[in-house]
């Protein structure tokens, strides 16, 4: 009987794409991979262990699979990812159910691991985070019509916020013909809706100092057949005007930016070791709309940042009123050990900073308010994501819209739409952020 091996993945799309990778070397050994742990001989918990509230997920995470353990519903418990890379020490001390780890540097070695935890030891595998495999098989869970293509891994970018550098590892591009060959796999697969990641995708390829560029690598894969191309994340002061043509030019590549600006304000972004000043920023989102007239911009925000003034606050406030970005994330600032931002003098209070987020919270959902309502009696495409039963609709997404982050389209069809097909949709109301609408024939 062979023994069975669940996953489970928490945090990013670029966690997902690692925790594929591992059911794919498990499946290749001859493992039955499933999703569900009960029942399962060996769970593995792929964690995220960026900020505190992921860290509290995946603790909460590891709790529960104790429970099925202690229930003799489940063999051996793996625990993976950010947390394990963050703190090993700390979770075999503290954590008795977890049974082994895996750093970020040893994914390929799951199946030695799980090999190693049923023949009754505590495999602790960390390998190089600067030196990683990144191309191989993958067990791909997203929807048959979407995948996520990780071009690169780690980040070279220091911000002061940010652990992530000494979780994953410098900047490593991957090659070219290797991503290639897996997106020309995805696009045979059937798969419409390609998403580009990495911490930073456009810094793509600088690393090889070969003329490899993220504008030579979208060329490329346009010339696939996916139907919607999108780009997750883009970091501002590396957005080159030869990227801009590219994005603009290539209908495939959806008009729909993540940009992470985190703050406006020039003290505040120097101290926070960007790159980018409030002036860049300005000029950049007056060129991709100029370039693009439609484009919808997501960003990332950080509020509470060590020394933030009320001023500096308020100039945010002001900033995000006059650019109307369609899409973006308000974060308390998280304190992380290990970052240089963790030890700044000036703490704010974190009850000023949840205020803030929530005032920031509330600008901005008038803002996609507007733009919903901008969007009505207009006909737009839809990708449809299968019938809503609970709404008794179809539900699916515009190109203004990315997977498990933004709102979604709720419409009605006379017909059978099956999940995946493009469909035109005329949008006749907004409810609670998202659309309302009916097929287009």
């Known amino acids: 009987m062979s023994l069975k091996v669940a996953f489970i993945s928490l945090g990013c799309a670029k966690n997902l794409v690692n925790t594929e990778q591992m059911m794919a070397l498990c499946r290749d050994a001859g493992f039955i991979v499933t999703g569900e742990p009960e029942g399962a001989d060996v769970a593995v918990l792929n964690t995220c262990g960026f900020i505190d509230a992921a860290k509290s997920e995946a603790i909460q995470n590891i709790l529960e699979l104790g429970q099925l353990k202690d229930e003799g519903k489940l063999g051996k418990l793996l625990v993976a990812g950010c947390l394990s890379q963050r703190y090993p020490e700390d979770i075999l001390a503290e954590l008795p159910e977890v049974d082994g780890i895996l750093g970020t540097g040893s994914y390929t070695d799951v199946v030695q691991a799980v090999e190693s935890l049923l023949e009754g030891d505590q495999p602790t595998f960390f390998g190089d985070i600067h030196s990683t495999i990144e191309d191989g ?13 990780k071009i690169a891994e780690g980040c070279s970018n220091g911000c002061a916020f940010c652990i992530i550098p000494k979780l994953r590892g410098r900047y490593r591009s991957r090659d070219m013909d290797s991503l290639l060959a897996e997106a020309k796999g995805l696009a ?5 809706e390609l998403i580009v990641i990495a911490q930073d995708i456009t810094r793509y390829g600088w690393d090889k100092k070969d003329g490899t560029s993220l504008a030579g690598l979208l060329a490329e894969l346009c010339r696939l057949p996916f139907h919607w191309i999108r780009l997750h994340y883009l970091y501002p002061e590396a957005v080159t005007d030869e990227l801009i043509e590219v994005i603009a030019s290539q209908p495939k590549i ?29 000029t950049l989102f007056d060129k ?4 693009m007239p439609d484009v919808v911009i997501r960003t990332s925000i950080i509020c509470g940042f060590p020394g933030e003034t009320e001023e500096e606050y308020e100039e945010l406030c002001e900033f ?47 803002v996609m308010d507007e733009f919903n309502e901008e ?14 039963s609970q709404m008794g609709c179809y539900a699916g997404r515009t190109y203004a819209d990315s997977v498990d982050i933004d709102g979604r389209v709720y419409f009605t069809a006379a017909g059978l739409i099956p999940a995946g097909e493009f469909v035109n949709v005329r949008i006749t109301g907004t409810e609670d952020g998202e659309l309302t609408g009916e097929i287009e024939d």
Not at 137 to 149: E, K
Not at 254 to 282: F, G, W
């Open 137 to 149: 098989a993958r067990m791909v869970t997203t929807p048959p019509y979407t995948a996520y293509l």
């Open 320 to 366: 995000l009123r006059e650019q109307r970005l369609q899409r973006a994330g308000v974060f308390r600032f998280s304190p992380e050990e290990g970052t240089k931002a963790a030890e700044m003098d000036e703490q704010v209070d974190e009850a000023v900073a949840e205020r803030r987020v929530e005032l920031l919270v509330e600008l901005q959902s008038r």
């Open 188 to 192: 045979d697969a059937g798969v419409k």
């Open 254 to 282: 959806l008009h729909y930016l993540d940009i992470p600006i985190q703050h406006c304000n020039d003290r505040v972004l120097k101290a926070m070791n960007r790159r980018s000043t409030k002036a860049d920023i300005e």
């Open 288 to 291: 991709l709309r100029q370039a």
């Open 375 to 388: 969007r009505l009696g207009c006909v737009m495409e839809v990708l449809c994501e299968g019938f809503d």
